[in-house]
Structures are given as C-alpha cells and as structure tokens.
C-alpha cells in the first residue's frame, strides 16, 4: 500500500510542461521529523545527477515500486522548482516544524535514475550508508526515480522476515547445534533481515555462505567495516569457519533448495579470495557430494593466486565488484591494498577462460555511473574480459560524500541510457546473480 500524502496549504500552480509525465505535475515531497509526509504542489521535482540538479523526464520516474521503503536524508532540506521557475528550498512544514527530504529505498530489481535533490547546513554530519533514490508526489502517488532492470519474483520482500522465520532458524540451528556458519546466519537473517541469509534458512534460491574477515580493499561504501565517519550498517565475521562446517551448509542448500546457488562474499564479512585454500578444499568435497546448482564467489578479484584457486577447484560463477572500469576512479574508491586494477582485469579473464560464468557487479550511482567516460570503459573491459554479464548495483553511500571524493569528467548521459547503450553492445544486464554452471551459462529452465 503506497503511504498516505498529506498535501500542504499550497494549491497547484506552478511553470508548466515541466517536471510532468502526462500533462499531470510531479511535486516534491517531504517529510517532518516524526516521518509525516507532504506533497507540495507549490514546488515542483527536482532529482540529483552527480552534482547537479536536474528535471525529470517522464521515463525517469515510476510508481513506487511494490517492497520499497520511504526514509528521510537526515539533516537535508527539499529542493524543487518554485512559481518564478527558480530552484527553490523548503524548510519549513506548513505547520512550523523542520521539513526533511525525503527518499525511497528501492527492492532488487529496479536501478535508481536519479538522487534527492537537496541542501544541508554547513557542518551537517553524513548521513547513514543507504541507496537513496529521489521520489515525486503525482496526484495521490508516490513515483520513484527507478527503471526495471530484472524480475522481482525471488527477491520480492513479500517473501522475507515472514512470521514463521524465527521459527524456521531455531528449528535449523537445533538440527545443525554446532555449526558457526548458521549461527551467523541466523544473526544476519533476525536483526539485519539479509535475504541471502535467510534463504538458507528457507531453502530456495541464492544462500550465503560468510567465510572470511578479511579484506584487501577499503572500499568508501563498505557495510561491514566503516572507513568514515559513518557507522557500518554491519558487523563482520569474526571467526574463521571449518571446511566441515561450509561444505555441511553448502551440500544441505544444494540438495534441497530449488534453483539453489551458495555464495561465498557476502556483506557480513570481507574479501573471500583471502580464505582462498579453505574455500577451494570445501568445494571440491561438495562438488564430490553433489552436483547440485551453483558455487557463486562474490569478490574484488584482487587476489589473483586465490581466484586461480577457486576456479581450479570448481568454481561455477563469479561475481566481480567494481565502482568503475577506469583505474583512477577504481583507486580511488576501493583503496586496494595489494593488488592492482590489472588483477581484476586479470581474474576475470581467468575465470572467464576456464568456462565459470563471469558477472560485473557495477556499483551505480547516477551522474557519475551513467558519464561518457564510465560507460566507454565498462564497456571496454566486457569486451575485453569476455565478461557475461553486468549486475547494476545501487551504490549505498552518502552522494556528498562520493562526490567530494570521486569527480565527474564528462556529461552524463543518464542512467536509462547507459542501460540502453550497454544492451545495444551485446551486454546483458540484470540486477542480481541468477543459476549457472560452469561452462554452460545461465540456467535458463530455473529463471524466469
């Protein structure tokens, strides 16, 4: 159910054939401090793009799609086209009290195309690491600055922290009393709600499995270990796992789950190709288990020996992380520490050789993402890597925070038409890591 608007003392108006999707205007919502939402018809939408502000075409914006959450970006105002047509700031409800921007966090499936379009005092503290997405009151709707981009159906939250969940885990962990990889698991599923932990608990689909704490990178937006000054969303694994334990979740997911994929690389721990020896001995036992689904590894594929390893021993997919496909901006965002963007390009032409189904996981951010110059060089290295396939990920980070760091060169072009660019070169492009077996690509008989 969309949530309620509450319109304000303002009655339409407004310059026209701007901002509008069918004749009909988008207006700029907010919210107070206790999370009552306005729609003010006085202020049309604006949407951030790198470091501008920008109108919206009519393609950029749909209803909010079913599953997403509406947040407030603490600490920053709203910011829309006023009656003179100027740029204009609220910061005021109509009842006297602080006005919030606000923003939507969208489910798997849907890139965003445009950021909230906001100012802060000086000194304001940054904000929480999330994947803010701009949104529009349209008549009594809430519409989202996102496009499709894969389909919904498992990773739909209707499907998540369902009442019988705690149920569910305590009846797996009593079934499994000394594994430590459950046991975190099941921390992840209760008090993050992480779907990759929780389907292990449901046995369907794509399973984590956390193996590692650390990391060879330092990544701006990382989840499990803060490098600013914003405190991570969550903690990191702190012991390391047996090969017992990994193989006893693996071969349970695999054998019993429909379309079941286990992942090593989760949120909850670091880079996995660390943990190289340990993962490899595991997935050769399974493989001489079961020949069941897919053995995912999301990494950095900085660890070049590792991710040798790892393929050698059977690995059936990988799904590389990156910010971008040009090495100064690489640098400086994942701050890597022993490795250098040519063992990515490496590891992924590795992997991509020996017949393991190779994915970018493509960190995006709009006006920065969507440039000329990033979009030639993520192209570039598809062609060059023989890569699959590109997951857009939306990037979770404070955009003042990005964009002090890491500078825009060139115009973007928008993020519906890098999609489109990327397609017309052969790419495919989803959202999330889907089955597939080594040497045979996507499981198309188990997706949708």
Same mark, same amino acid.
């Given at each position: 159910?969309?949530?309620?608007?509450?319109?304000?003392?303002?009655?339409?108006?407004?310059?026209?054939?701007?901002?509008?999707?069918?004749?009909?205007?988008?207006?700029?919502?907010?919210?107070?401090?206790?999370?009552?939402?306005?729609?003010?018809?006085?202020?049309?939408?604006?949407?951030?793009?790198?470091?501008?502000?920008?109108?919206?075409?009519?393609?950029?914006?749909?209803?909010?799609?079913?599953?997403?959450?509406?947040?407030?970006?603490?600490?920053?105002?709203?910011?829309?086209?006023?009656?003179?047509?100027?740029?204009?700031?609220?910061?005021?409800?109509?009842?006297?009290?602080?006005?919030?921007?606000?923003?939507?966090?969208?489910?798997?499936?849907?890139?965003?195309?445009?950021?909230?379009?906001?100012?802060?005092?000086?000194?304001?503290?940054?904000?929480?690491?999330?994947?803010?997405?701009?949104?529009?009151?349209?008549?009594?709707?809430?519409?989202?600055?996102?496009?499709?981009?894969?389909?919904?159906?498992?990773?739909?939250?209707?499907?998540?922290?369902?009442?019988?969940?705690?149920?569910?885990?305590?009846?797996?962990?009593?079934?499994?009393?000394?594994?430590?990889?459950?046991?975190?698991?099941?921390?992840?599923?209760?008090?993050?709600?992480?779907?990759?932990?929780?389907?292990?608990?449901?046995?369907?689909?794509?399973?984590?499995?956390?193996?590692?704490?650390?990391?060879?990178?330092?990544?701006?937006?990382?989840?499990?270990?803060?490098?600013?000054?914003?405190?991570?969303?969550?903690?990191?694994?702190?012991?390391?796992?047996?090969?017992?334990?990994?193989?006893?979740?693996?071969?349970?997911?695999? =054998?019993?789950?429909? $379309? +079941?994929? @286990?992942?090593?690389? !989760?949120?909850?721990?670091?880079?996995?190709?660390?943990?190289?020896? *340990?993962?490899?001995?595991?997935?050769?036992?399974?493989?001489?288990?079961?020949?069941?689904?897919?053995?995912?590894?999301?990494?950095?594929?900085?660890?070049?020996?590792?991710?040798?390893?790892?393929?050698?021993?059977?690995?059936?997919?990988?799904?590389?992380?990156?910010?971008?496909?040009?090495?100064?901006?690489?640098?400086?965002?994942?701050?890597?520490?022993?490795?250098?963007?040519?063992?990515?390009?490496?590891?992924?032409?590795?992997?991509?050789?020996?017949?393991?189904?190779?994915?970018?996981?493509?960190?995006?951010?709009?006006?920065?993402?969507?440039? =000329?110059?990033?979009? $030639? +060089?993520? @192209?570039?290295?598809? !062609?060059?890597?023989?890569?699959?396939?590109?997951?857009?990920?939306? *990037?979770?980070?404070?955009?003042?925070?990005?964009?002090?760091?890491?500078?825009?060169?060139?115009?973007?072009?928008?993020?519906?038409?890098?999609?489109?660019?990327?397609?017309?070169?052969?790419?495919?492009?989803?959202?999330?890591?889907?089955?597939?077996?080594?040497?045979?690509?996507?499981?198309?008989?188990?997706?949708?």
């Amino acid at each position: 159910m969309l949530p309620r608007l509450v319109p304000d003392d303002f009655k339409g108006g407004g310059p026209k054939n701007r901002s509008s999707w069918g004749g009909l205007m988008f207006s700029t919502l907010y919210s107070d401090r206790n999370g009552r939402i306005f729609k003010d018809e006085h202020l049309l939408f604006l949407g951030r793009s790198g470091q501008q502000w920008v109108e919206a075409d009519e393609e950029d914006l749909i209803p909010l799609p079913a599953g997403s959450s509406l947040v407030m970006v603490p600490g920053h105002y709203p910011v829309g086209i006023d009656l003179d047509n100027k740029v204009s700031c609220r910061e005021k409800t109509p009842r006297g009290g602080t006005a919030v921007a606000l923003a939507c966090l969208l489910p798997q499936g849907f890139t965003r195309t445009l950021l909230p379009a906001t100012v802060a005092p000086r000194g304001t503290a940054e904000i929480p690491i999330l994947g803010y997405t701009a949104v529009a009151g349209m008549e009594n709707r809430v519409m989202a600055a996102a496009v499709p981009t894969d389909e919904q159906r498992k990773w739909h939250p209707e499907h998540y922290n369902t009442p019988e969940l705690e149920q569910i885990v305590e009846s797996r962990l009593e079934q499994f009393p000394r594994n430590r990889i459950l046991r975190q698991l099941a921390h992840c599923s209760l008090h993050y709600s992480c779907f990759t932990a929780q389907n292990i608990f449901y046995r369907r689909w794509e399973g984590g499995i956390p193996t590692t704490s650390r990391c060879n990178a330092r990544c701006l937006g990382c989840i499990s270990r803060g490098h600013t000054s914003v405190p991570s969303p969550q903690e990191r694994l702190r012991f390391r796992p047996t090969v017992d334990e990994i193989v006893e979740v693996a071969c349970y997911h695999l =054998e019993t789950a429909p $379309e +079941a994929i @286990v992942s090593f690389g !989760q949120g909850c721990e670091g880079e996995p190709a660390l943990n190289a020896d *340990l993962i490899a001995s595991a997935v050769e036992k399974v493989r001489g288990i079961t020949d069941r689904g897919c053995i995912n590894l999301n990494t950095n594929a900085g660890c070049t020996v590792g991710i040798k390893k790892l393929v050698d021993a059977g690995l059936d997919a990988i799904r590389v992380t990156l910010l971008s496909a040009r090495e100064e901006d690489y640098l400086a965002y994942h701050q890597p520490t022993g490795y250098q963007f040519r063992d990515v390009v490496y590891s992924l032409s590795y992997a991509r050789d020996k017949g393991v189904y190779t994915s970018i996981n493509l960190l995006a951010i709009p006006g920065f993402s969507d440039s =000329e110059e990033q979009v $030639e +060089a993520v @192209v570039r290295l598809v !062609q060059k890597t023989g890569a699959h396939m590109i997951q857009l990920r939306n *990037l979770n980070i404070d955009p003042d925070l990005f964009f002090d760091r890491i500078p825009v060169r060139s115009t973007a072009l928008g993020v519906r038409r890098m999609i489109d660019i990327l397609k017309e070169e052969g790419i495919r492009v989803a959202s999330y890591t889907h089955p597939a077996r080594r040497g045979k690509g996507l499981d198309n008989s188990t997706t949708a």
